[in-house]
Structures are given as C-alpha cells and as structure tokens.
C-alpha cells in the first residue's frame, strides 16, 4: 500500500519569506503522480501543483515550486514570498490510477 | 465551469435518521469520490464511481450507501449513523482514471455532518 508522510504537523512563515513544506512516500511503482493541495480553513480544497513521476524536471506554478528526487521519494514543496492568503492546511497526495492517497498535513500559518 | 456542488452545507441528524448527501458536477467527469475528513486530518477515501459504476469501496460500514444515478450526479444515503461519522463528506471528481496528471482531481466544498 501506498503511504504518504508529512513530518511537519505545522509551520509558520513571515510574510514575503520562503518556507519548505515536506513529503516523502512510499510505493513500489515507476509511474504515479504527485500532488500539493491546499484548503484554507472552512474552504474548499484546491489544487497547488502536480509532479509526474516520470519527468525528471521540478514543476513550478508562479510562487510555488516542488522538489521532486525520486529516489529518495520525497516531493517538498517551496512557497517564495509568501502571502497571508498562502495560510492553510497543505495535503501531500500520491496518485496511481483510481485513487489518491493524502498524507497527514501541514498547517502553515503566515505572519504579517 | 469547474465546480462541484455538495448539499446541503450542513446537516445535523439523530441516529435514527435518514438522510441523503448529495454531489453535482456539469464537466463531464466520469470519476466520482466520496471522501471522509475528520477535523485536523487528511480526507480519507471511501467510495469511487467509474462511468457510473461502483469501482473502490473503502470497506465503508453499510450505514453509507453511495449512489450514482447518472453521470452528473453522486449520493451518499445515511442510515443509523453514528456520533463518531461526525466529519466533512466531501465530493470530488475526475475525467477519468487515465493516468494524464492533468486530470485534476475537483473537490466540492464538503457537507458538514454532526450525529447527535
């Protein structure tokens, strides 16, 4: 079975700081697919990034970029100049065909 | 349009209640999820529907029943609950299980469920 371990139950950021959000998993495939969701409190869940396994390339969205090593499997994810709207719970998520598998969360609080 | 919509928002049942949670999508998304979050806790799957079809059961007790009558439209029917299924039911979908990373997983808002 996959499984999905976030270390960091919470962490906190200055506002226009940098701040690393951990993951490691575990599995056995070649081919799966990687994400960060983020769900501010009392608010719909939202896709941050996604990363397939088979591309060796970090994937990058404006702010946040991830670092993917495969062979360590782990997927951190990096937030540049953070925004008090970046504050939320961000899931790590590991997927194979059907289903997603979420890791624990981290709760990243932001200060002004 | 990219929304799924969940109602009703919130819920608050007794455990003798019947009640119905119900998940919408107009994307033409042919994979359907219900998943489970406790507060301070990730989702935890329980059931996914593929083109109308029950494929994944999470070993889900039998007091949710899932329905998918159509492909726009996923339920979760709720009998004898118990105080500790209190948690957000969130609804998400998919286009489909193809492997395309693209395929971005949508999630609804949540129905916020207390059993009293």
């Known amino acids: 079975a996959q499984t999905v371990t976030q270390s960091q139950p919470e962490m906190s950021v200055q506002e226009a700081e940098t701040v690393t959000l951990s993951c490691t998993y575990d599995?056995?495939?070649?081919?799966?697919?990687l994400f960060w969701y983020k769900q501010p409190p009392s608010r719909q869940m939202i896709l941050v990034i996604r990363?397939?396994?088979?591309?060796?390339q970090n994937a990058t969205e404006n702010r946040f970029s991830v670092n993917f090593q495969k062979a360590a499997k782990s997927f951190s994810l990096k937030i540049s100049d953070s925004q008090l709207g970046d504050a939320a719970m961000y899931f790590c998520?590991?997927?194979?065909?059907?289903?997603?598998?979420f890791g624990a969360g981290t709760r990243l609080t932001v200060k002004p | 349009d990219t929304e799924v919509t969940q109602t009703p928002k919130h819920l608050v049942m007794g455990m003798t209640n019947k009640k119905s949670l119900k998940c919408e999508q107009h994307?033409?998304?042919?994979?359907m999820y219900w998943y489970k979050q406790k507060a301070k806790k990730p989702p935890e799957l329980m059931f996914v529907?593929?083109?109308?079809?029950?494929?994944i059961n999470e070993s889900v007790p039998s007091r949710f029943s899932p329905e998918c009558p159509n492909s726009s439209l996923l339920n979760l029917h709720l009998h004898a609950l118990q105080p500790e299924d209190s948690a957000l039911y969130l609804c998400?979908?998919?286009?489909?299980?193809?492997?395309?990373?693209?395929?971005?997983?949508?999630f609804g808002p949540g129905t916020r469920l207390t059993v009293l």
């Open positions: 998520a590991y997927r194979r065909a059907g289903d997603m598998r």
């Open positions: 599995t056995s495939e070649s081919d799966y697919y």
């Open positions: 529907y593929s083109y109308e079809k029950l494929s």
């Open positions: 994307m033409g998304h042919r994979a």
């Open positions: 998400a979908s998919r286009r489909d299980f193809s492997g395309d990373s693209y395929n971005e997983q949508f």
């Open positions: 990363q397939e396994a088979y591309k060796q």
